[in-house]
């Protein structure tokens, strides 16, 4: 898509409607045909690359088994798929590095963090439940857990986006996800 092409190229806040227009050899009026606006542009894409890795965990929890399995699969599946397909890390490197908060964005930001919150709120029942499997360490605060998973999860996504040269994050990704596991086990 031209508008991924100039936005991970000249940042968000740099890009101009024109210049997506030229990327795409069509004019500033055809975008506006699709689209109100700059913002409204980006965030469609960001709720395209959200669908596809909505698609991603619901493969993942569709395979079955317990619960633990399915919270290493998420991690494994993602990390990969950010290897794998090159328009979604695209728009996580936009996002995570060429990205200002203006105000114009401000609305699709808490719309982010909603879906974050609805994330979050899943994770939670899933260790909740992995302790009742035995799985992991019913001591251990199931919300704390879903927020360091969440983090644990970003944070690679970040540093293999920051550097995609220096490792391999989907041949990394068994490893990574049962480094982390294996420390919430009883």
């Known amino acids: 898509m031209a508008a991924l092409k100039v936005f991970s190229r000249q940042g968000y806040a740099a890009t101009r409607l024109e210049d997506i227009a030229d990327e795409a050899g069509v004019t500033r009026g ?16 960001q ?22 399995d399915f919270l290493r699969r998420m991690l494994i599946r993602i990390w990969s798929y950010l290897e794998e397909d090159e328009e979604f890390r ?20 808490g719309q982010k963090l909603e879906a974050v ?17 035995g799985d992991i360490d019913p001591r251990l605060d199931a919300e704390a857990l879903a927020r360091g998973y969440y ?12 550097d995609p040269s220096s490792f391999s994050i989907k041949q990394s990704a068994p490893a990574m996800a049962d480094l982390f596991l294996r420390g919430l086990r009883p």
């Open 30 to 45: 055809a975008i506006y045909w699709h689209f109100k606006n700059k913002a409204d542009l980006y965030v469609e894409l």
């Open 47 to 68: 709720y395209r690359a959200a669908e596809r890795v909505e698609q991603v965990i619901a493969e993942a929890i569709e395979e079955g088994g317990r619960t633990i």
């Open 90 to 109: 695209a728009v996580q490197e936009l996002s995570l590095l060429k990205s200002e908060l203006t105000p114009d964005l401000q609305e699709s930001m």
């Open 117 to 133: 919150r609805n994330q979050s709120a899943k994770l939670v029942v899933s260790f909740r439940r992995a302790m009742a499997e």
């Open 151 to 162: 983090a644990y999860l970003n944070g690679m996504v970040l540093m293999w986006v920051l």
